[in-house]
């Protein structure tokens, strides 16, 4: 009868349970961090009518948009979070409250070409603040305070977010007068990284962008301010009172330095970096890029920034707001890839596995209802199997108590638990029982599911 | 510059937040009860190739399906979550341990006609236990006794979970040498709800199924058999003896009745009755739909049953199981249209929001840290705003806790925290605050989503 080969489509992931367990750990962490900071779920379509979800149009993301015809609806899957949420706001304006905090965990489509770590469809992590109208620069310390948080209590230790202000780049060009060139230019600089500043230099001069070599030198002399934050923001306090644009980004990155550290993040994990530009026109504030110190060649792993008008498409009320967004499904196939995943998470899918010796099955019920109303994850391996495949049930499920449940052990009044790491066997009453599952899982859910072997 | 209007598809739900908080919470409650059970969660794509998903072809779900090509590969969006298990389970066979449980709440995709209460993107929250070769009846009445767990810790009280047997159904059918029409005798049988008996005796003994007067009686007869559980297994005795299938079917009524008290539902709750019969051949055992007792025009909230062979067009392997489905996105808008839907949940997006009362906000970033730590969700205000606005701010969002913090209270070591419902403000330290904070939201969130007024 099996007619048809059983397969997932290239750049789609599909995880074995084990491994889903863990995405999901990192997930709950996310849903969890974010809640704690006052942000509000939302859940948009992944199907939008193209004319809304391209209302801005053009651009590289349009080729790769999954457009397809429904009847006669133009239909698109959504490639981003952002624009739902711009869609939603306008939207919903009279209704919502600002600033209005909500994040986004959910899928999203882009037919990218196959190529191994590229994903078709994946999950991505938002978090935004609108603001109505106005928007104080706190928020845009918060917003990467909770990211350092978030991965933190994944177990990720050797990550930086890096910080940058639009507002003294492009004030920072107005003082050369390149104001009209400074979008090519900061894509050119953007490269910086991957080329090596000569190259950066050639492009700068080249027929295309055509600056002067002084312009060129003072550009990268400027991108190449380094050393530690005070460092850099003394050093950018030499270009002050040259133009207002920039004395306003510096006062803004000041700010959001000193909250920062206010917010817990220490000084190992975020620095002032010039080269950070964000690609993009939208923004227009503090931008970040989060790295991963032992994998730079990874590239950001969670970027985003400031914006001052969320919206314009779907109408003409000003909505500023700052937002960051993790590429989770590309984070957890380089985490994997790279050998930070790890079994310290507990990703069994019980605490317990009863196994019952007598035919009547009822007492290995009740006994399961206690455990579940205690919070203990049991399961009833009820089939006919032999005792020693039941056992191999819970050891390849690394399920780490069984419970054995005979006509004697009924008669006591008791079970007898299996630690199924130590092998260690106790006969002991209901109430007991859930009291020494309660311990050992204790130590057991303190695991989590990155072990970042950096320094 | 807005020049697209913003609209969400019809056919999709898109919630506000406090409605979204309603609904994530009904999710929560389905994801952590089947967690108690032992399920593990599964992430399967919502795109699969046609040729993958449609393996069975034809029937009325393939006209509704979302299917379009992207460059040279034919694709579709999934339509449940039942076929995306069986090409999971049929193509990682080796790599799973069985019985394997696994619970999925996701969305799918069906282009039904526009119509109120109807969704074309929709979530389904469905459990599977599925078996390798065999699967104990035991799985049976653990199935809906975890509906039962699940819908009551939603608040929902007036509902009943309705058991049959396709054995009995069939052995009953092949009593009457009616084998061969049984599938249309049941689709028939199936109306009786909306049309009554009468038409139903009518279509039985029409033209197209052709039954003698005597052959509809004496089914009617038997589809009439009502009264308590009890009643009904015993007059199922009386039909003893005659078939083996009917035999083996009564049997395993029997025993789910049976383990169905002992998984802890109340006779109140579940009733066998002998009209269920879900319209799919696929199910071969216990089947069950559930309906809201003050409104069973809804027609079954939750449905399923057992079956012999998960994923035949995937694999030679036989592979049984027994699971049930939510649709837990019609199920919403019902409550919502039948007035269950309350607001005793705590849907705010924070349980505190500091106004800082100075310019400088460290302070105030400092106690926002100690009561997240402490698992407070917290806002801080920091927006230049009039403080009537700011407060506006935590009663529209219904957030239970403001906590002002001016200079004399930072010079104190204390904040002003006040209960947003009575009134009353106190001056506390953080570690007062959190404990006064903590104690109110123990009450509170006891509220549940859904109040079911009926007796």
Redesign the interface.
């Known amino acids: ?9 290239s750049g ?6 084990a491994r ?2 863990q ?2 750990h990192m997930a709950d962490t996310l849903k969890k961090t974010y ?15 193209s ?2 979800l391209l ?1 801005k149009g053009g651009g590289e993301t349009e080729k790769q948009i ?1 457009r ?4 006669d ?1 133009d ?1 698109s899957l959504r490639f981003d979070l952002t624009v739902p949420l ?3 706001v ?3 304006y009279a ?3 600002f ?1 209005f ?2 994040f986004q965990i959910g ?1 999203v ?1 882009r ?1 990218e070409r196959a190529q191994r770590g590229r994903f078709r ?1 994946f999950y991505q992590a938002d978090i935004d603040i609108i ?1 109505d109208g ?3 620069i ?2 845009e310390a ?1 917003i990467p305070s909770i990211i350092y948080k978030a991965f933190t209590a994944m177990g990720l230790r050797r990550f930086q977010i890096r910080v940058n202000n639009r507002k003294i780049l492009n004030g920072f060009y107005a003082m050369l007068g390149l104001t009209e060139k400074s979008g090519d230019i900061m894509r050119t600089v953007d490269k910086l990284d991957k080329i090596g500043a000569e190259k950066v230099a050639g492009l700068l001069t080249g027929e295309e962008i055509g600056l002067t070599d002084a312009q060129a030198d003072e550009i990268l002399k400027f991108i190449a301010i380094k050393g530690s934050n005070a460092e850099v923001l003394t050093a950018l306090e030499g270009y002050r009172g040259r133009h207002e644009l920039f004395d306003l980004g510096l006062d803004e990155l000041n700010t959001v330095t ?2 920062l550290s ?3 993040v220490p000084e190992s994990h975020f620095a002032v970096d010039l080269t950070i530009a964000r690609g993009l026109d939208y923004y227009t504030g503090t931008v970040y890029e989060t790295t991963m110190l032992d994998h730079p060649e990874i590239g950001s792993i969670c970027s985003g920034g400031r914006y001052d008008n969320l ?6 009320k000003q909505l500023p707001g700052v937002g960051i967004s993790i590429g989770l499904t590309r984070l957890f196939f380089v985490l994997e890839d790279q050998g930070y995943l790890t079994d310290a998470l507990n990703t069994a ?2 605490d317990a ?1 009863i196994l019952p010796m007598t035919e009547d ?2 007492p290995a ?2 006994l399961a ?1 206690q455990l ?1 109303a205690a ?6 391996h ?3 199997k032999k005792f020693k495949q039941k056992i191999g ?1 819970a050891d ?2 690394a399920i780490p108590y069984a419970i054995f449940l005979g006509e004697d052990e009924i008669n006591a009044g008791v079970s007898a638990v299996k630690d199924m790491k130590t092998g260690e066997q106790v006969k002991l009453t209901a109430d007991e029982a859930i009291a020494h599952i309660k311990a050992g899982l204790a130590k057991l859910n303190e695991g989590l599911p990155i072990l970042d072997k950096g320094e």
Do not use: C
């Open positions: 009868m099996a007619n048809v080969q059983p397969r997932t489509l789609f992931m599909e995880l074995l349970p889903q367990a995405f999901d809640a704690l900071y006052g942000f509000t779920a939302l859940d948009t379509p992944l199907i939008e009518a004319e809304v209302a999954y397809f015809m429904k009847g609806t239909l711009a869609k939603y306008a939207q919903n209704n919502l409250t600033p905090r909500r899928k489509y037919g469809e603001g106005k928007l104080d706190s928020n918060e000193k909250y206010a917010f817990g919206a314009e498409y779907y109408t003409d899918p019980a596995l099955l009822a019920i009740a209802t579940r919070g203990i994850r049991t399961q009833i009820a089939e006919q049930y390849k499920l």
